[in-house]
């Protein structure tokens, strides 16, 4: 949200941590994340930092959280192994989970990082 906030060249990840008080090394987890999916660009150095790869009106907020909740499950029966549910294979509940975690995603994918963006920081 705050990469969609200010027409700045570039966010420094220290800054970006710092803001938001989180560690250093989470957020960069995070933006390697986001930098895989093709959501946000990384460069190194003095003038380096993160930018959104495509316009913030381009990124829907459902493709973002499904990035940063991969390999996540709601609940542990949705869990790519199927976990330890002692109940699957009679469970009625694990497709309603499931249909209601797609519409989840499908309803944030109808606002855009544009519709959310923060407001840009005070000047000092």
């Known amino acids: 949200m705050r990469l969609a906030s200010a027409p700045v060249p570039a966010f420094p990840t220290a800054d ?16 390697q994340k986001l930098g895989r999916a093709g959501l946000v ?22 493709d973002v ?10 609940v542990e029966c949705l869990h790519p192994n199927g976990g330890d549910c002692m109940i699957d294979g009679c469970c009625r509940l694990k497709t309603r989970l499931w249909v209601a975690e797609t519409a989840f995603i499908e309803n944030l994918n109808r606002s855009t990082l544009a519709d959310v963006a923060l407001p840009a920081p005070e000047p000092v």
């Open 16 to 31: 970006l941590a710092d803001a938001f008080q989180l560690s250093r090394n989470h957020l960069i987890k995070i933006m």
């Open 65 to 74: 959280v499904r990035v940063l909740e991969e390999g996540q499950a709601l």
């Open 41 to 62: 660009q990384t460069r190194r150095g003095g003038s380096g930092g993160a930018t959104l790869a495509h316009a913030p009106e381009a990124i829907r907020l459902g």
